[in-house]
């Protein structure tokens, strides 16, 4: 536990829109049995054998274990970068029947997809935050679509007042040095907003270290921002990412901006899951070859593998084409009827080898292989390709098929 002060919890009531209890929609793509369809309707001709499986009660279930965790501060979706790379096209309803009333984008063009989603599925009155405020844009498009721009700069900030009188939020940078007003400059904004009569509906700043356990950062940061808030009394705050809402509650404030755990990854891996998390995201590909290598024999390109005895390898249809991180080659593994296998050499284009001496009996033509899901998990991945749960995500939902799964029963 940080030894800080905690932020307080603003006593604004809010006001809390009916749940729509609409099934899940599953657009025109293929139903593939077992509840599942297809994301896109695309031809069956043109795809490809690798699957990534989006479980959309899994993260039902997520964003509610993860609300109770935080309450009574708010709990808000993240979708950007298309939901984490999953689909927000699916998952933005999911969150939002789950009792997700505020989402948080990237961008203004992804502010107005989130939109047009979360109406068409009858949540209208859904607040979606844009993180980079207007990036270049007039105010016009956010107000015509209802969006909150998170304003980082006095530009922003006179010409969102200027445009007439509608929501906005303010970021405060306190340590990430990427965007939002300097702790030198929010006093200004402050003033700004006194004058024109105005006052921001949301106070934002963000950790730069939240997922590094006992980081002296995170106290500095939390310090720094419960002394800037002075400066807008009575506006709600939001602080805190996942990692933070599992590890910081004193952080937590009247929001928590809920991303990477609402898609099942542990954002304080190795330390134990404590909101019971479940898998959203699973990869698999088929076995399309078979064979034996002697000893000596090398794999894949510039033979990078070496096999130190006789062994049995699978290859599997699978590759960076496919957003399977090439980098995760050296130490990276799957897994074969819930069996771990190694990865052996390169990761090619639309290629994987690996080494199933240890199961071969269960390795023929056909078999599905796990290279995410329930023994793979996406922190293992990010750790063999030496680099973190968010650009596996993104990487694969940008490139790999997807197939959706629910159970029908109501809860997604």
Same mark, same amino acid.
């Given at each position: 536990?940080?030894?800080?002060?905690?932020?307080?919890?603003?006593?604004?009531?809010?006001?809390?829109?009916? %749940?729509?209890?609409?099934?899940?929609?599953?657009? /025109?793509?293929?139903?593939?049995?077992?509840?599942?369809?297809?994301?896109?309707?695309?031809?069956?001709?043109?795809?490809?054998?690798?699957?990534?499986?989006?479980?959309? /009660?899994?993260?039902?279930?997520?964003? #509610?274990?993860?609300?109770?965790?935080?309450?009574?501060? @708010?709990?808000?979706?993240?979708?950007?970068?298309?939901?984490? =790379?999953?689909?927000?096209?699916?998952?933005?309803?999911?969150?939002?029947?789950?009792?997700? +009333? /505020?989402?948080?984008?990237?961008? &203004?063009?992804?502010?107005?997809?989130?939109?047009?989603?979360?109406?068409?599925?009858?949540?209208?009155?859904?607040?979606?935050?844009?993180?980079?405020?207007?990036?270049? +844009?007039? &105010?016009?498009?956010?107000?015509?679509?209802?969006?909150?721009?998170?304003?980082?700069?006095?530009?922003?900030? #006179?010409?969102?007042?200027?445009?007439?009188?509608?929501?906005?939020?303010?970021?405060? /940078?306190?340590?990430?040095?990427?965007?939002?007003?300097? &702790?030198?400059?929010?006093?200004?904004?402050?003033?700004?907003? #006194?004058?024109?009569?105005?006052?921001?509906?949301?106070? %934002?700043?963000?950790?730069?270290?939240?997922?590094?356990?006992?980081?002296?950062?995170?106290?500095?940061?939390?310090?720094?921002?419960?002394?800037?808030?002075?400066?807008?009394?009575?506006?709600?705050?939001?602080?805190?990412?996942?990692?933070?809402?599992?590890?910081?509650?004193?952080?937590?404030?009247?929001?928590?901006?809920?991303?990477?755990? !609402?898609?099942?990854?542990?954002? !304080?891996?190795?330390?134990?899951?404590?909101?019971?998390?479940?898998?959203?995201?699973?990869?698999?590909?088929?076995?399309?070859?078979?064979?034996?290598?002697? #000893?000596?024999?090398?794999?894949? $390109?510039?033979?990078?593998?070496?096999?130190?005895?006789?062994?049995?390898?699978?290859? %599997?249809?699978? *590759? $960076?084409?496919?957003?399977?991180?090439?980098? *995760?080659?050296?130490?990276?593994?799957?897994?074969?009827?819930?069996? @771990?296998?190694?990865?052996?050499?390169?990761?090619?284009?639309?290629?994987?080898?690996?080494?199933?001496?240890?199961?071969?009996?269960?390795?023929?033509?056909?078999?599905?292989?796990?290279?995410?899901?329930?023994?793979?998990?996406?922190?293992?991945?990010?750790?063999?390709?030496?680099?973190?749960?968010?650009?596996?995500?993104?990487?694969?939902?940008?490139?790999?098929?997807?197939?959706?799964?629910?159970? =029908?029963?109501?809860?997604?």
């Amino acid at each position: 536990m940080i030894p800080v002060t905690k932020i307080p919890v603003t006593k604004n009531p809010v006001t809390k829109n009916p %749940v729509t209890k609409n099934p899940v929609t599953t657009g /025109d793509g293929e139903t593939t049995g077992d509840g599942e369809t297809t994301g896109d309707g695309e031809a069956t001709g043109a795809r490809r054998a690798a699957r990534l499986r989006v479980d959309l /009660d899994a993260a039902a279930h997520n964003f #509610r274990g993860l609300a109770k965790w935080v309450a009574p501060a @708010r709990a808000a979706a993240v979708v950007k970068a298309d939901a984490y =790379g999953l689909g927000v096209e699916r998952l933005a309803p999911v969150f939002a029947r789950a009792g997700a +009333r /505020d989402f948080f984008v990237a961008s &203004p063009g992804e502010g107005v997809q989130a939109r047009l989603i979360l109406t068409n599925a009858g949540f209208s009155g859904s607040r979606i935050f844009v993180l980079h405020g207007l990036e270049t +844009r007039e &105010p016009e498009l956010l107000i015509a679509r209802n969006l909150v721009p998170v304003l980082n700069h006095a530009a922003e900030l #006179r010409s969102w007042l200027e445009a007439g009188d509608h929501p906005f939020a303010l970021h405060v /940078d306190t340590g990430m040095n990427r965007l939002g007003f300097s &702790p030198d400059d929010i006093g200004a904004a402050a003033d700004l907003c #006194r004058r024109s009569g105005r006052s921001p509906d949301l106070l %934002v700043s963000h950790f730069s270290a939240a997922d590094e356990n006992g980081s002296p950062e995170n106290a500095r940061q939390l310090t720094l921002f419960s002394g800037i808030r002075a400066l807008f009394p009575g506006v709600p705050v939001s602080l805190a990412n996942s990692a933070a809402a599992i590890e910081i509650p004193e952080s937590h404030g009247d929001m928590v901006r809920l991303g990477l755990a !609402l898609y099942g990854a542990e954002p !304080l891996a190795p330390r134990p899951d404590r909101i019971g998390l479940r898998c959203v995201a699973t990869l698999h590909a088929p076995i399309i070859g078979r064979r034996r290598l002697t #000893r000596g024999a090398r794999v894949g $390109y510039g033979g990078t593998f070496t096999a130190p005895a006789d062994m049995e390898v699978a290859t %599997v249809a699978l *590759g $960076y084409s496919d957003g399977f991180l090439r980098a *995760g080659s050296p130490a990276g593994y799957a897994a074969l009827r819930g069996q @771990r296998v190694p990865i052996l050499g390169r990761v090619s284009m639309d290629l994987t080898v690996v080494d199933v001496s240890a199961c071969a009996g269960e390795a023929s033509l056909g078999t599905m292989v796990e290279f995410l899901g329930p023994h793979i998990r996406v922190e293992d991945v990010a750790r063999a390709a030496g680099t973190i749960p968010y650009e596996v995500l993104t990487s694969l939902g940008a490139q790999c098929f997807r197939v959706y799964a629910a159970t =029908g029963n109501g809860e997604a």
